[in-house]
């Protein structure tokens, strides 16, 4: 079974506004951790995100902000006020702490993302 | 900064050659990943190292092994190049725990 869920065909979101990223995630670990990372067309993967399993409140960084909803598995990303340079490919990621020796980090598929002007 | 280095960023290769991919990793991580990168699957864990001379086998081994012989170096090698091993490779690090991992700019392979 996948563990991290990425089924948006590629997203298109128009300069200066918000757009949300969906990623639901598959794991019966109670301690885990969630990713995003952003990959631009030159391939470097860059850390974005990160989200604790038993973390109080959604984590923000700057524009990007994690609408984690434990419940239902899911956590997606937020971008506010979308750039031109926020057009890339968005990969959520997940690590389970309690996994045995040591924990490996789980990639969904990834989701494309195009920023109008 | 942290720093993970990927030996080469382009190589092309003969079916049946033995290649090795490099990677080098700068902030004394104790995790060691490699992935392969294909379009429309995303990121697929190949091995990683949590330790020196320590390894486990990720989703898709078949066809590569790995070696961790300094905690900063993680060798992919592949023992007999295939076509279907054309793709993109990508090394990460990252401490044990939350952290997250850092990767190195990618090595894209082909294989002919």
């Known amino acids: 079974a996948q563990k991290i869920t990425q089924t948006q065909p590629g997203m298109f979101v128009q300069e200066k506004e918000a757009v949300t990223l969906d990623c639901t995630y598959d794991?019966?670990?109670?301690?885990?951790?969630l990713f995003w990372y952003k990959q631009p067309s030159s391939g470097e993967m860059i850390f974005l995100i990160y989200?604790?399993?038993?973390?109080?409140q959604n984590a923000t960084e700057g524009r990007y902000s994690l609408n984690f909803q434990k419940a239902r598995k899911s956590a997606n990303l937020v971008i506010s006020a979308s750039q031109l340079g926020d057009s890339a490919m968005y990969f959520c990621a997940m690590r389970e702490f309690n996994t045995g020796a040591n924990s490996k980090l789980t990639f969904g598929k990834g989701i494309t993302l195009s920023v109008r002007p | 900064d942290v720093k993970v280095t990927q030996s080469s960023r382009y190589l092309v290769k003969r079916t049946g050659e033995k290649v090795f991919l490099e990677c080098v990793q700068d902030?004394?991580?104790?995790?060691m990943f490699w992935y392969r990168q294909d379009p429309g699957l995303g990121l697929r864990l190949i091995y990683f190292?949590?330790?020196?001379?320590?390894?486990e086998k990720g989703d898709i081994p078949e066809g590569y092994s790995v070696s961790r012989e300094k905690k900063e170096r993680f060798s992919l090698i592949l023992e007999s190049a295939s076509t279907n091993q054309t793709s993109m490779y990508l090394c990460?690090?990252?401490?044990?725990?939350?952290?997250?991992?850092?990767f190195g700019q990618g090595t894209r392979l082909t294989v002919v």
């Open positions: 794991t019966s670990d109670p301690s885990y951790g």
């Open positions: 190292s949590y330790d020196v001379k320590m390894k």
């Open positions: 902030m004394d991580h104790e995790n």
């Open positions: 990460a690090s990252s401490l044990e725990g939350a952290g997250s991992a850092f």
């Open positions: 989200q604790g399993s038993y973390d109080q």
